[in-house]
């Protein structure tokens, strides 16, 4: 066994793999980038070294500075997390040519796997069985319209070197064709360095079912399955284990192919075999195709560590090291269910936009498994991807697991920045969801329901306005004249203000919220408003005040001397809704647009976002140029007054 590994990534896989190292007694070596001094994997690793400057490019994907840096501190192996350089088949070649072990499959596997197309065509030789659609070298526009013609409307665009949902793009109609072909060229020309595309037909009722593998080099077992159908934008939300609804056939079906898979390559180490299933006449052994092979551990590899009990980084290091796979295919077995949500910095009402900011308060409860990289204090920068942690349960029924993590979710405090956490919690409630009915089209049918804001009880307001004045402590207390002093306070929750008032009355309060009056008491921990417990809790912190629960929900109290005068055009500005790269310009000063028209096209955190016209109108200005960075709020384009 390796006495020191390095780890080429940061966030919560870089603290995930130290946390197994740890436990197996191997010393860890953390790389980070001048964003991160103060990360937390720098602090829980047991020698970190510093690569070079905030973007990726600079710090996280220079190879040469990892192996240097490796070499520099002793350490015999390398594990490259996921995302980054983890299946950069050339960072492999260049850790063995330096006399280091990398903690993955080899550069051989990951070329084989890295381009869709020709993955497909391997996976069709070794008789697993893949989508209808165009694999091929040529990628002139005319001759891909045509493909996606005779494969048949609606069809999926996707990077022939990519993954995660970039570079792809789903066209419905012919029409819309060479607009998303070009959106989706040049998104996989950025995140990748390779703007080929392939066609391929898309399934009305998709599911995504992908196998956990592990191999050898030699021989490979299976898993077993994960369900990530639970998506948005191509981007996995909700991850379970077992799929609901499988059966013991198809289960056998897949898990085969994914070995068979495995086995062509020549496959060491964790990896993760994706298949589209046809869902709409339920699971069938012959309604499955192979997708893509992701050739490194999967971010929702928690849930099958805990239907299977194996510890898949543990077994990354022992067959990295020389060991034969741990355990044989009829050894493992299934018990009970799993869940994973991961917990986004991301804004809902705004679609779902990354955002950035510092993590003011952020607790989570006891009996869920929870996997971050951030702890309170620590800042979501536009750096990297805005992941806050990812939150695991389990139960011996789907049902029990479900419960389990709604309860845990409930109980997540977060403060200090925009989150999905209210999001996670009504897809758990999502009746639909609830009863195993998935599939990839599930959130975007549902989404009003599923981001409509929950009517705000007052009792919740009046909590707030307890905790801002300090009423656990005691308050203000005082009198005016003969009667008790009323102290009055204003919180804003977006653009609704609440006036609120409140009084002392012997031991307890009196309070009004926009002329609803309650009593309150604080006792045995808890406060009691309108004779009912509150088990909700609040924080305050600066002039923000956090009421924790179902929902969450954050207030601020504005300053009565600071007035904010505001200006602009009101849909005639389009600003940056966050920092990021202007990747290109579409209109120039003059030309004349319609509402949702294109204007330009904003790259943050990985994503490219689109901004359109907010109305009719003139271009006045163009305020940037592609290849800008621009800040979150910064003005990109006006257009002519109305």
Not at 91 to 111: H, K, M, N
Not at 428 to 451: K, N, P, Y
Not at 475 to 494: I, K
Request: hydrophobic share 45%.
């Amino acid at each position: 066994m390796f006495h020191t590994i390095l780890i080429a990534n940061r966030g919560e896989i870089a603290c995930r793999v130290i946390r197994t190292a740890r436990a197996m007694g191997v010393r860890t070596v953390a790389v980070y980038s001048e964003a991160d001094a103060h990360a937390r994997h720098v602090e829980l690793a047991d020698d970190a070294v510093p690569i070079g400057g905030p973007r990726p490019v600079d710090s996280y994907l220079r190879g040469d500075a990892i192996i240097a840096a490796a070499k520099a501190t002793g350490a015999q192996a390398i594990h490259p997390g996921y995302g980054f350089l983890s299946e950069n088949p050339g960072f492999v070649d260049a850790i063995e040519a330096a006399g280091l072990v990398f903690i993955g499959p080899s550069a051989r596997a990951i070329r084989a796997m890295g381009l869709k197309d020709a993955a497909k065509a391997l996976m069709q030789d070794a008789g697993v069985p893949v989508v209808p659609g165009y694999h091929g070298e040529n990628q002139d526009p005319e001759h891909l319209a045509g493909a996606a013609d005779a494969i048949g409307y609606p069809v999926l665009i996707k990077a022939v070197a990519g993954g995660g949902g970039k570079g792809m793009r789903l066209v419905e109609r012919p029409g819309d064709f060479a607009d998303a072909l070009s959106s989706a060229q040049g998104e996989a020309a950025t995140a990748f360095g390779n703007a080929a595309v392939l066609i391929e037909k898309y399934i009305q009722q998709p599911r995504h079912i992908e196998v956990q593998v592990f191999g050898d080099g030699k021989k490979a077992v299976h898993l077993f399955e994960r369900d990530c159908s639970l998506q948005r934008r191509h981007q996995k939300v909700i991850e379970e284990a077992p799929a609901p609804g499988m059966t013991a056939e198809m289960r056998a079906a897949m898990g085969q192919a994914a070995v068979r898979a495995a086995e062509a390559i020549g496959y060491k180490g964790a990896g993760t075999v994706e298949f589209i299933v046809d869902g709409s006449r339920g699971l069938r052994p012959d309604g499955f195709w192979f997708m893509e092979m992701n050739t490194r551990l999967q971010v929702e590899h928690p849930v099958t560590e805990a239907i299977t009990g194996v510890d898949l980084v543990e077994w990354q290091l022992r067959v990295a090291a020389g060991e034969a796979l741990p355990r044989r295919q009829e050894d493992l077995t299934i018990t009970g269910h799993a869940f994973e949500a991961r917990l986004y910095a991301e804004d809902v009402p705004a679609g779902f936009l990354p955002a950035t900011g510092t993590l003011d308060h952020l607790a989570f409860p006891e009996g869920a498994r929870i996997d971050s990289g951030v702890r309170t204090g620590d800042t979501i920068s536009p750096w990297y991807d805005p992941m806050i942690a990812k939150i695991i349960t389990h139960g011996p029924t789907r049902a029990v697991a479900l419960a389990r993590l709604g309860a845990a979710l409930e109980k997540t405090q977060v403060a200090g920045l925009v989150t999905n956490l209210e999001f996670l919690g009504a897809l758990c409630r999502h009746r639909g969801f609830a009863e195993g009915q998935v599939d990839t089209g599930l959130i975007g049918r549902d989404i009003d329901a599923l981001t409509a804001e929950p009517e705000l009880p007052t009792e919740r307001v009046a909590l707030a306005a307890l905790a801002a004045m300090g009423a656990e402590q005691g308050g203000a207390a005082g009198f005016a004249l003969w009667e008790p002093l009323t102290q009055s306070l204003v919180l804003e929750r977006g653009e609704t203000r609440h006036a609120c008032t409140l009084q002392r009355i012997g031991t307890g309060w009196r309070v009004c919220v926009d002329g609803t009056t309650f009593d309150a008491e604080h006792r045995a921990g808890s406060w009691w408003i309108g004779g009912r417990p509150v088990r909700e809790r609040a924080m305050v912190i600066g002039d923000r005040v956090s009421v924790f629960g179902t929902p969450t929900v954050h207030f601020t109290r504005p300053d009565p001397l600071d007035v904010k005068v505001s200006g602009g055009a009101g849909g005639g500005v389009v600003l940056a809704p966050m920092p990021g790269l202007v990747k290109a310009v579409f209109v120039e000063r003059g030309a004349v647009v319609q509402l949702g028209d294109r204007l330009a096209s904003l790259e943050a955190m990985k994503m490219e976002h689109t901004l359109t016209a907010g109305r009719d109108g003139t271009v006045a200005e163009v305020l940037v140029t592609a290849g800008q960075q621009v800040e979150a709020g910064a003005a990109l384009i006006t257009l002519a007054e109305e």
